[in-house]
């Protein structure tokens, strides 16, 4: 397959960044994954031992909710274990998911919770 170069704006590399999983992907897999290139493979989101487990359900919506700003943000589990926030940003980590909705670093998995109040900790714990 043949190689070509393309230039982002600042903007875009910083999407890019926000989807690559840290020491897995490139910008070239990204893409290919964003624009469903790589349909063939499914790469399984941190969720999916809760799911496997029945910990967690396709479609259930999860919670953020930031007292002190006056804020919450919701995201929907998928089937394959990734955050879909409410923007259609798709998210393979909890704490990826707090990063693309609030622009700063969260642990993730003591952010969101499910509508009951059990966080994402919580759950892993039980596995």
């Not at 890019?16 to 290139?37: K, S």
């Not at 089937?79 to 969260?106: I, N, T």
């Amino acid at each position: 397959m043949s190689t070509h170069t393309i230039t982002v704006d600042a903007e875009v590399f910083e999407c890019l960044q926000r989807e690559a999983q840290p020491l897995v992907d490139t910008a070239n897999t990204v893409l290919r994954r964003l624009l469903g290139l790589d349909s063939a493979v499914v790469r399984r989101g941190a969720l999916a031992p809760l799911l496997d487990a029945g910990l967690l359900r396709p479609e259930q919506r999860l919670i953020w909710r930031r007292r002190n700003l006056g804020q919450e943000h919701y995201a929907q589990v998928t089937a394959e274990g990734h955050l879909e926030l409410a923007d259609g940003r798709v998210c393979d980590s909890p704490s990826g998911a707090c990063d693309a909705v609030a622009q700063s670093k969260s642990n993730g998995w003591d952010a969101w919770r499910t509508e009951d109040g059990t966080t994402l900790s919580v759950l892993r714990d039980r596995l």
